[in-house]
């Protein structure tokens, strides 16, 4: 059967990925709600910090993959209206629409926190030889924040547990890793936290056919890099996510 997909953020980079690699596959509706119109699929142009107008895009939406974010200063009145106020609103849109899953585009920027410490500060500098024995890794239970854009997203997964419990809605948080245009990592601390082109459309893809009494769950997101330090085995068991490219192999 024919999911049909709404898309937050289609014309961002990693939305046109997953617009791509979701038309290949030929068991997709696809359609876009964002600020611009987005070529090859219906488009509800409205700016998401606006409940009202945004409602129509949600009519007949099996599931929603929520990757629309500002990402630029870290101040707190510009994250204030996409990444708080329009995470809320999407959610409750989905919600009054009766729309029963929603993926939604966390980020890795919500255990960043860590690299401030030993061992993950030497991982993203690339001083490997001061790591001394084994690496504890960072899971989807880990909380610890970089900046007020990973506080933002922090919130955003709270909120969808809220939906879930509230609502019974399914609500899929994926923490996604670094996600370039040229599809490689620009330096140490992206070599470990390295998410491809297609590992990250695998995982979305997953997410959005995930079985439907997966109510709520948080997964870390990285493509198969030796100095990865976030937890893949929890998407691996859940979801069935195999990572297929390393920074490594680039």
Same mark, same amino acid.
């Given at each position: 059967?024919?999911?049909?997909?709404?898309?937050?953020?289609?014309?961002?980079l990693?939305?046109g990925?997953?617009?791509?690699?979701?038309?290949?596959q030929?068991?997709?509706?696809?359609s876009?709600?964002?600020?611009?119109?987005?070529?090859?699929?219906?488009?509800?142009?409205?700016?998401?910090?606006?409940?009202?107008?945004?409602?129509?895009?949600?009519?007949?939406i099996?599931?929603?993959?929520?990757?629309?974010?500002?990402?630029?200063?870290?101040?707190f009145?510009?994250?204030?209206?996409?990444?708080?106020?329009?995470? +809320?609103?999407?959610?409750?849109?989905?919600?009054?629409?009766?729309?029963?899953?929603?993926?939604?585009?966390?980020?890795?920027?919500?255990?960043?926190?860590?690299?401030?410490?030993?061992?993950?500060?030497?991982?993203?500098?690339?001083? +490997?030889?001061?790591?001394?024995?084994?690496?504890?890794?960072?899971?989807h239970?880990?909380?610890?924040?970089?900046?007020v854009?990973?506080?933002?997203?922090?919130?955003?997964?709270a909120?969808?547990?809220?939906?879930?419990?509230?609502?019974?809605?399914?609500?899929? /948080?994926?923490?996604?890793?670094?996600?370039?245009?040229?599809?490689?990592p620009?330096?140490?601390?992206?070599?470990?936290?390295?998410?491809s082109?297609?590992?990250? /459309?695998?995982?979305?893809?997953?997410?959005?056919?995930?079985?439907?009494?997966?109510?709520?769950?948080?997964?870390?997101?990285?493509?198969?890099?030796r100095?990865?330090?976030?937890?893949?085995?929890?998407?691996?068991?859940?979801l069935? +996510?195999?990572?297929?490219?390393s920074?490594?192999?680039?």
């Amino acid at each position: 059967m024919t999911k049909r997909i709404l898309v937050t953020g289609m014309s961002g980079l990693i939305g046109g990925l997953l617009q791509q690699h979701l038309t290949k596959q030929g068991d997709y509706e696809l359609s876009a709600l964002n600020r611009s119109m987005v070529d090859g699929v219906p488009t509800h142009s409205a700016d998401i910090a606006n409940l009202d107008d945004i409602l129509p895009a949600f009519e007949n939406i099996d599931v929603v993959v929520h990757l629309a974010a500002y990402l630029g200063s870290d101040s707190f009145d510009d994250q204030l209206p996409v990444n708080i106020i329009g995470t +809320y609103n999407v959610f409750e849109a989905a919600r009054m629409a009766g729309i029963k899953r929603i993926v939604y585009a966390s980020s890795g920027s919500t255990i960043r926190g860590v690299e401030n410490i030993y061992p993950y500060k030497e991982i993203a500098e690339g001083n +490997y030889g001061a790591i001394k024995g084994p690496i504890p890794l960072i899971t989807h239970k880990d909380v610890r924040p970089g900046g007020v854009y990973g506080a933002t997203k922090i919130w955003g997964e709270a909120l969808a547990r809220h939906f879930s419990d509230a609502y019974k809605m399914s609500m899929i /948080c994926v923490r996604i890793g670094s996600v370039t245009k040229e599809n490689v990592p620009a330096d140490a601390r992206q070599k470990s936290i390295y998410l491809s082109h297609q590992d990250v /459309c695998q995982i979305l893809q997953l997410s959005i056919d995930a079985p439907a009494d997966l109510k709520y769950e948080i997964f870390l997101a990285t493509s198969n890099n030796r100095w990865s330090y976030r937890d893949l085995e929890h998407p691996r068991t859940i979801l069935g +996510y195999q990572p297929l490219d390393s920074a490594e192999d680039l």
